[in-house]
């Protein structure tokens, strides 16, 4: 059963409402999302790409910089070395064609999830040693590498890091380090994606060279994409990144970008954080996970209309396959918990033998949705059993594994989410010592949903909805804006959808007004719990529908008892 709580954060609304020409409901939801101060009010609401941080203040920036101009006069072979995800590859094209615009002799490598894992590892750094590469560039990986820049070291080779990752105890020895969670590094925002760092160091090269500062304009879409994409922290320059890259995206220049949106289906519409992070993105990752991230890099790269299209498509149909799956394997996860009677542990550890292991993290991540626990998915891999883990706020994830370190062959990660490697003769083991470490209450297990207005619908205005369009870009960490209502009765419910998942009504308050609604998700369920009452409470947020070139305010409901 979920638990609602409304937030009360405290402010002077109507000051904030007066100050900015903005509504009181709108100067609330600024405040529940921890924005205060008249400068940050006003970032929040009007930032623009004036109000980015000075680039060079990232530490070794500058210095990263002079060695790469260097190789460049030298023309020695430079290698970037990116991640397989959204990230990793938007970093990746973002480096290389700012490289390459400076007449560097470069190129990108990508591992393979399988074969290589994350990261640069000993095999790519003699890989490239043999195909004569003076310079390793990384990007979105590379902070945690001590020992494999070491062995570049030793080979000669100069090796320049671009990372955002958490840093480890030991700061690998290379030539450069760029990442703004460093201590020392006296650059303000902490929260930059990997592609973004890269992005800034190109805004330095730039520089350099005397290149027109206007050009470096052109990656603000590929910085904010992944900003989306690796689901960073939605505040601050975060948020303006994402604000730009919108801009450009819905507009742009970029063929394969072009194709992609296409292949989607969404060259009508305006492109949203939503589309990044749950059409496009996908799609881009999608070949990291079946296939080679390459195929998603060299869709960005390709110039030519006709085969973009083609490399689109393949990417758009490799997507529906790893949908397809993740489904697949969900429900296999659902059944098993199930019939093994597994929905009363605290912690949920599913083993799935035949499971392609990329998709184990996705498949985690919808097991937690469905129980509110935290879930680990495990698959057999080429050597050992592989896995992937996602959490609870309540639950450190790391930590637990930790307390489990003796069973498991490898592991890593965050309060968040985890990921592992362990003998199959230990799975059964490491399950019955994390439920029995397990500490969570069923306080702590019961979903929280927090509301940010007790909002009655006859308040919703088409004027309001506009209003709170200045709110986007939505994502982690500036969520939409959640309203609540109880005691509305429900008129003319209808199911549609092929796969009977939405249900269209009327809603009706005390005082008679009524709103069109609507609910995504197991609609019948919903029917059936409206039948045996009188009148339902809702959360909701408000939005223009638009259907056959007319426009009605509709409440799109989120949570109902």
């Keep these: 059963m979920e638990k609602w709580v409304v937030s009360a954060k405290r402010a002077d609304f109507q000051a904030i409402a007066e100050k900015f020409g903005i509504d009181q409901v709108t100067a609330r939801l600024i405040r529940n999302r921890d924005i205060v101060g008249e400068p940050e009010i006003r970032q929040y609401l009007y930032g623009t790409k004036e109000d980015f941080y000075d680039p060079h203040l990232l530490k070794d920036a500058d210095k990263l910089v002079e060695i790469l101009m260097s190789k460049i006069k030298e023309q020695k072979k430079i290698r970037i070395i990116g991640d397989y995800d959204i990230d990793g590859v938007n970093a990746s094209y973002i480096l290389l064609r700012g490289l390459r615009r400076c007449h560097a002799n470069a190129d990108v490598e990508i591992p393979d999830r399988m074969k290589d894992g994350y990261g640069i590892n000993e095999h790519l750094i003699r890989y490239a040693y043999e195909e004569g590469v003076d310079t390793i560039l990384t990007c979105d990986n590379g902070i945690a590498a001590v020992e494999q820049t070491k062995l570049a070291k030793s080979l000669g080779m100069t090796i320049l890091i671009t990372d955002h990752h958490e840093v480890q105890e030991e700061v690998p020895p290379a030539d450069a380090v760029v990442n703004p969670r460093q201590a020392d590094c006296p650059y303000p925002f902490k929260h930059l994606c990997g592609a973004a760092v890269a992005y800034k160091v190109i805004c330095c090269l730039y520089e350099a060279y005397g290149i027109p500062k206007e050009e470096t304009e052109e990656f603000l879409e590929f910085a904010g994409f992944a900003t989306v994409g690796d689901v960073m922290d939605l505040i601050g320059e975060n948020r303006i990144l994402v604000k730009e890259g919108l801009k450009r995206l819905n507009h742009t220049q970029n063929v394969g970008m072009a194709s992609l949106i296409r292949a989607c289906g969404l060259e009508e519409k305006e492109i949203k954080s939503y589309h990044i992070g749950f059409v496009l993105g996908p799609c881009i990752n999608a070949g990291g996970r079946l296939d080679t991230a390459k195929r998603s890099l060299n869709l960005l790269l390709q110039k030519d209309r006709a085969k973009a299209d083609v490399m689109a498509a393949e990417l758009k149909t490799l997507n529906d396959e790893?949908?397809?799956?993740?489904?697949?394997?969900?429900?296999?996860?659902?059944?098993?918990?199930?019939?093994?009677?597994?929905?009363?542990?605290?912690?949920?550890?599913?083993?799935?033998?035949?499971?392609?292991?990329?998709?184990?993290?996705?498949?985690?991540?919808?097991?937690?949705?469905?129980?509110?626990?935290?879930?680990?998915?495990?698959?057999?891999?080429?050597?050992?059993?592989?896995?992937?883990?996602?959490?609870?706020?309540?639950?450190?994830?790391?930590?637990?594994?930790?307390?489990?370190?003796?069973?498991?062959?490898?592991?890593?990660?965050?309060?968040?989410?985890?990921?592992?490697?362990?003998?199959?003769?230990?799975?059964?083991?490491?399950?019955?010592?994390?439920?029995?470490?397990?500490?969570?209450?069923?306080?702590?297990?019961?979903?929280?949903?927090?509301?940010?207005?007790p909002m009655p619908v006859s308040y919703l205005s088409r004027e309001l909805t506009e209003q709170l369009k200045i709110l986007e870009p939505f994502g982690k960490g500036n969520t939409r804006p959640l309203f609540a209502q109880k005691g509305l009765r429900v008129l003319n419910l209808r199911i549609l959808g092929k796969n009977q998942n939405v249900a269209k009504m009327k809603l009706e308050d005390m005082g008679g007004t009524r709103i069109d609604a609507v609910y995504f998700g197991e609609a019948d369920e919903f029917a059936a719990f409206v039948q045996k009452q009188e009148t339902i409470s809702v959360t909701y947020y408000p939005e223009i529908n638009v259907y056959q070139g007319r426009e009605t305010l509709q409440a799109v409901i989120r949570n109902y008892c």
């Design 322 to 453: 790893r949908k397809d799956m993740t489904q697949t394997g969900a429900e296999e996860a659902i059944e098993w918990i199930e019939k093994e009677g597994r929905s009363q542990d605290k912690v949920l550890v599913v083993y799935l033998p035949d499971c392609h292991e990329s998709l184990a993290g996705i498949i985690a991540g919808r097991i937690r949705e469905k129980y509110h626990k935290p879930v680990f998915v495990l698959t057999k891999g080429e050597t050992s059993v592989k896995g992937s883990g996602r959490s609870i706020e309540a639950y450190s994830m790391y930590e637990e594994m930790v307390k489990c370190g003796d069973l498991l062959i490898q592991f890593g990660g965050h309060p968040m989410a985890a990921g592992l490697s362990i003998e199959e003769k230990n799975v059964g083991l490491f399950r019955k010592r994390l439920n029995e470490n397990c500490t969570l209450t069923e306080e702590e297990l019961r979903p929280k949903i927090v509301i940010d207005v």
